[in-house]
């Protein structure tokens, strides 16, 4: 996985509620943890996610195949602000991801909003899906 140029605040733990932003069934995850990460990198600390991570969650709302089991959801906006390389702070309404399979793909055929930059960076199949890449 590629790193992007952002310093991003990472401010999404475990149990955090993130909207589904495509058409994928899902409606509503709940955070469970951080995919690929490790721990928190100190002891007793929770590892937190952000934008243009991968992490799982399950199902709150939606579709009966997805309800209550685990999937890989993308996180592709959160209310923190990420601070960009040429000193421009921008954050989003919501805290929201996409789901996506085992090889990243994106399980839906659409994203509804706007998807960060640093997403497709890290992810460029996503781009073409999204309706807007700000």
Same mark, same amino acid.
């Given at each position: 996985m590629k790193?992007?140029?952002t310093k991003v605040m990472?401010?999404?733990i475990p149990g955090t509620v993130l909207g589904c932003a495509d058409n994928s069934g899902a409606? =509503?995850?709940r955070m469970i943890h951080l995919i690929g990460k490790g721990g928190g990198g100190r002891h007793g600390k929770q590892a937190t996610a952000g934008i243009g991570d991968l992490v799982? /969650?399950?199902v709150r709302k939606g579709s009966p195949t997805y309800l209550k089991k685990p999937v890989r959801v993308l996180v592709i906006r959160q209310k923190a602000p990420i601070r960009r390389a040429n000193g421009m702070r921008m954050r989003f309404e919501d805290? /929201?991801?996409i789901m996506v399979? =085992?090889?990243n793909l994106p399980v839906g055929t659409e994203i509804k909003g706007a998807i960060? #930059? =640093?997403v497709v960076e890290r992810f460029v199949k996503v781009a073409g899906i999204a309706? #807007?890449?700000v």
């Open positions: 790193g992007i140029s990472k401010t999404l409606y =509503e995850f799982s /969650a399950s805290n /929201a991801g399979g =085992e090889d960060a #930059r =640093e309706s #807007r890449i």
